[in-house]
Structure formats: structure tokens, C-alpha cells
């Protein structure tokens, strides 16, 4: 069974810097995109940033392309995102997500949530 868990989330003020981890358990993830996405109550569910697992070739939203990095650890099985210079309007609840590469667009797997709330 497939498990994405993510964490790090917390309140940070704006300029600061947070890291979330997602953790990854099931399946062998060599073959996935790895996703980061957020979601704000009342907006649609909007995508960060994705990483592939085998090459660690990255994408970015606009929004956050030069202050958001993603990357990935084979050993911890864990996809991360460090975010920095960070906004009030980067306040979501921040999903991480998994698709097989070259498959369809649409992320199979899903992790609960975590809340990242900027200040000003």
C-alpha cells in the first residue's frame, strides 16, 4: 500500500524559510514524479513544484521558481521542498503526490496535508 507523509509545515514569518519533507513508503518510487502541491479553503488546488525521481529533474510553478527548491533522498525514500523568501500568499495546506512518469497526468497517490502558515 502506498504512503506519502508529509511534514515540516508550521507558522513562519514573511522572509523566513521552511522545509517539508514527504516520505514515501509501498513501492519502489525510481519510475514516479514526485509533486508538491497547495491548496487554500475556497481555491482550487494549485501545483509548486515536481521532481523526477530517476533523473532529479525538477519543475516549478511561476509563483515560486528562485525561492522554492525541491529534491529527493534515495536512501530516506523522502522528497523535500525548501522554501524560502516566503510570502503571506504562500499560506496552503501544501500536498505532496506521486505518478509514474510517462504515465498520465494525474497523481495517483496523495499525502494528508500539511498546514504552512506565512505572517506579515
Known amino acids: 500500500q502506498v504512503q506519502l507523509v508529509e511534514s515540516g509545515g508550521g507558522l513562519v514569518q514573511a522572509g523566513g524559510s521552511l522545509r517539508l519533507s514527504c516520505t514515501a513508503s509501498?513501492?519502489?518510487?525510481?519510475?514516479?514524479?514526485m509533486g508538491w502541491f497547495r491548496q487554500v479553503p475556497g481555491k482550487e488546488r494549485e501545483f509548486v513544484a515536481s521532481i523526477i525521481w530517476s533523473t532529479s529533474t525538477a519543475n516549478y510553478a511561476d509563483s515560486v521558481r528562485g525561492r522554492f527548491t525541491t529534491s529527493r533522498d534515495n536512501a530516506k525514500n523522502t522528497v523535500y521542498l525548501q522554501m524560502s523568501s516566503l510570502k503571506p500568499e504562500d499560506t496552503a495546506v501544501y500536498y505532496c503526490?506521486?505518478?509514474?512518469?510517462?504515465?498520465?497526468?494525474?497523481?495517483?497517490?496523495w499525502g494528508q496535508g500539511t498546514q504552512v502558515t506565512v505572517s506579515s
Open positions: 509501498g513501492r519502489t518510487f525510481s519510475r514516479y514524479v
Open positions: 503526490a506521486a505518478r509514474r512518469a510517462g504515465g498520465p497526468a494525474a497523481y495517483d497517490y
